[in-house]
């Protein structure tokens, strides 16, 4: 069992930055494809990035040029870098894994961190 804690989270203004963290409890993290997904109120579950066990890098097409997903091996934990930040991505944010392919399989979830954007 793999658990996943986000952090980073808040409320910010339209044209700012913020850093997501995903800290992942597993000796094997380096197998293991990691992504984010969001959810906004009313709206299913979207995916925004993954990025695989040697580093390739995926997005959605609202996200692309703005966000920026990465990972540190040596210390467990994805993150996502999400730069002029718009009031549409607002959401709770998740972070999940799988040793297998991002987005259609999902092994573990965390439990979300709030971004908010006001304009």
């Known amino acids: 069992q793999v658990q996943l804690v986000e952090s980073g989270g808040g409320l910010v203004q339209a044209g700012n930055s913020l850093r997501l963290s995903c800290a992942a409890s597993?000796?094997?993290?380096?197998?293991?494809?990691m992504g984010w997904f969001r959810q906004a109120p009313g709206k299913e579950r979207e995916f925004v990035a993954s990025?695989?066990?040697?580093?390739?890098?995926y997005y959605a097409d609202s996200v692309k040029a703005r966000f920026t997903i990465s990972r540190d091996n040596a210390k467990n934990t994805a993150f996502l870098q999400m730069n002029s930040l718009k009031p549409e991505d607002t959401a709770n944010y998740y972070c999940?894994?799988?040793?297998?392919?991002?987005?259609?399989?999902?092994?573990?979830w965390g439990q979300g961190t709030q971004v908010t954007v006001s304009s």
């Open positions: 597993t000796r094997t993290f380096s197998s293991y494809s």
């Open positions: 990025i695989d066990w040697i580093g390739r890098t």
């Open positions: 999940a894994a799988t040793q297998r392919l991002l987005p259609d399989h999902v092994d573990y």
